[in-house]
């Protein structure tokens, strides 16, 4: 209703570009994911939407493709950029601090440029017919994080959040809520967010625009948490949601976004959701020696590659990305489609 708007609409677009984080272009999606921000702390709330207004508002400066500008889909990688910078330069990860005036600048830099790397890697990628997901906010949060060590004006805290399971106590016995925490924490942790309360009115929101992502979300944490388990996975990291978060993106994406829902889609989705958890694991321990966080990149391997060979794998049913609003939307257009195009399920 206010997408168009002339006062509004700019708003209706930042919201959106929460959302698109999780795949949902809906504002009140994106709305409900602010609020849980602001649930677990005021400071990456507000972070938040300053990093998806620099973005959004360095897309329209550069004359970017209204129709992407008003999906959001410039601006979410600017959130999580800033969200990134935020909770790995702070004391206390969970709640963050209040950035300096030059922080403040650092951050507003940082988001803006993703919508520039979210540019340049649409257009690499577009002849492939895949979307650029999170990867600006990888590639701009690493470069920037490096960087915060070196310019004296820009407060570096220590890096209090681990980053790799090999810092977890190996001997502490899964209970209970290992399980509970571990899964609402693995959705909070998406933006940054240790809070497993959060982490479920995340799953809310997505529940507003789509039913079936927010289930693969949960699917996601949940295949995650067992198969870390499974295979010895330190308790704390499961607790904090650490094998989770890539794996739950994955299972939104693979799960009826870019694919459409099927029985054998289904199963390609777990199947990514099970390499996503190993390979946190794996970049983790890779980038421990130079103290960076793995990010959202181990979603972004995973999906790149499985989308990749989806259109030499008949059992698949490709959505691209111009074309992919929710899996529901997707399923129907598959099933309203001629009969020779339905024939490939």
């Known amino acids: ?38 649930f677990n702390s005021w400071i990456y ?15 329209l400066a550069l004359q970017a493709d209204r129709g992407l500008v008003r999906d959001g889909l410039f601006g979410f990688n600017g959130a999580l950029v800033t969200l990134a910078l935020v909770a790995f330069t702070s004391a206390n990860f969970r709640v963050g601090h209040v950035p300096s005036g030059w922080m403040v600048v650092y951050l507003l830099f940082a988001a803006a440029m993703t919508a520039v790397v979210f540019q340049s890697l649409s257009a690499l990628l577009a002849p492939y017919r895949i979307s650029a997901l999170t990867a600006p906010f990888v590639l701009t949060g690493w470069l920037f994080l490096f960087a915060v060590l070196k310019f004296a004006s820009i407060e570096a805290g220590p890096l209090a959040k681990p980053v790799s399971p090999e810092q977890y106590d190996a001997a502490v016995a899964y209970v209970l809520p290992t399980w509970y925490m571990g899964i609402g924490n693995a959705i909070g942790q998406i933006f940054f967010q ?39 996975g330190p308790e704390g990291a499961i607790r904090d949601g650490l094998f989770g978060y890539n794996a739950a993106l994955t299972a ?45 990149s181990t979603f972004v391997l995973v999906t790149w590659l499985m989308l990749l060979g989806q259109y030499g794998f008949r059992a698949l049913v490709p959505v691209p990305p111009a074309e992919a609003t929710t899996p529901e939307d997707n399923m129907r257009r598959h099933r309203s489609a001629p009969a020779a195009q339905v024939s490939r399920d």
């Not at 709330?45 to 897309?59: N, Y």
């Not at 054998?264 to 390499?275: D, E, N, Q, T």
Request: aromatic fraction near 12%.
């Open 1 to 38: 209703m206010f997408r168009d708007h002339p006062a509004l609409g700019f708003v209706d677009w930042c919201l959106r570009g929460v959302g698109q984080v999780v795949f949902q272009n809906n504002p009140l999606s994106g709305l409900i994911i602010l609020l849980a921000l602001f």
């Open 45 to 59: 709330g507000l972070v938040c939407i300053a990093g998806v207004v620099a973005a959004t508002l360095m897309a």
């Open 194 to 232: 240790d809070n497993w309360i959060s982490g479920y009115l995340i799953i809310l929101g997505i529940a507003v625009n789509s039913r079936i992502s927010a289930g693969m979300a949960l699917i996601g944490a949940a295949v995650a948490a067992l198969v870390a388990a499974l295979f010895g």
């Open 252 to 296: 939104i994406a693979l799960g009826g976004f870019f694919l459409v829902l099927t029985w054998r889609s289904f199963l390609y989705a777990l199947f990514g959701v099970v390499i996503s958890t190993w390979l946190w694991a794996s970049i983790a321990i890779f980038l421990k020696p130079i103290g960076m966080p793995v990010l959202t």
